[in-house]
Each structure stands twice: as C-alpha cells, then as structure tokens.
C-alpha cells in the first residue's frame, strides 16, 4: 500500500497491485485496474518511486531480479 494526497489534501491508501496507470494531465491522476480514477498531488516520478518501493518491500522486485539471472546462468 502507498500513501498519497488527495488534490484537497486528504491521505489516502492505495493498493499499489491494483494501479494500471498514472499520467499527468497536467495534475496527476492515476487509475486502478477496477476502472476507478483519482488525482493526487504527487508527481508521475513521485508515485512511481512509492510504488517501486513498494513492490521492493514485499519482496516483488528482487524476486523478479533474480529470477532472471538465474536464466542467464
């Protein structure tokens, strides 16, 4: 989950699994793979980190890392 900010400056959690993209119009809305749309304040660069990091914390990203060095071994 990541924690973003509404444009009225509420928090809000979002399940990170569920986003399928995020573009800037010129304010930042992202969209969940259920077909849902919100704004944020932060940048497309912003929540991109959020979410690598994320990913990085419940192990997803090193997983997939190593998964494809040891196809190359």
Sequence with gaps: MI???????KQIT????LIESIEETPDTMITLIIGKKFMVL?????VTEAVQ???Q????VSSTLKS??????
């Design 42 to 46: 932060e940048t497309v660069p912003e």
């Design 68 to 73: 494809l060095n040891s196809e190359g071994s």
């Design 14 to 17: 979002v399940n990170a699994l």
């Design 57 to 60: 914390s419940i192990g997803l």
């Design 53 to 55: 990091r994320f990913f």
């Design 3 to 9: 924690r973003l900010t509404r444009l009225n400056g």
